[in-house]
Nanobody, 125 residues
Framework: VQLQASGGGLVRPGGSLRLSCAASGITLDYHAIAWFRQAPGKEREGVSCINARGDNTYYTDSVKGRFTISRDSAKNTVYLQMDSLKDEDTAVYYC???????????????????WGQGTLVTVSS
């Protein structure tokens, strides 16, 4: 199983980025998928997730209304559209899946077995 995260980069505050997580060796339609991030000196936090059926999502409070998670079954890829980016969104972003649940009111339950390599998002003027 491989998860290939991409799409990070340097963006000015207020800008947008779309992260991608392309999977191989696993069919994402059968699993909840999550995006985590870890900023320098901070603990890793769950940012967003989507359940296996794709009909429930979760966003941490700090990104609600700005980030959107989605899935393309044909491409076996999950996306994180990030708009109105702020300095505090700067972090390495990881996608992860397998053996987790995505609960709309609570976030990610469980510890993912599979992780992408991370993609760096830097928001700076």
């Amino acid at each position: 199983v491989q998860l290939q995260a991409s799409g990070g980069g340097l963006v000015r505050p207020g800008g947008s980025l779309r992260l991608s997580c392309a999977a191989s060796g696993i069919t994402l339609d059968y699993h909840a998928i999550a995006w985590f991030r870890q900023a320098p000196g901070k603990e890793r936090e769950g940012v967003s997730c989507i359940n296996a059926r794709g009909d429930n999502t979760y966003y941490t409070d700090s990104v609600k209304g700005r980030f959107t998670i989605s899935r393309d079954s044909a491409k076996n890829t999950v996306y994180l559209q990030m708009d109105s980016l702020k300095d505090e969104d700067t972090a390495v972003y990881y996608c992860a899946t397998h053996r987790i649940l995505c609960i709309p009111a609570a976030g990610v339950l469980g510890t993912p077995n599979y992780w992408g390599q991370g993609t760096l998002v830097t928001v700076s003027s």
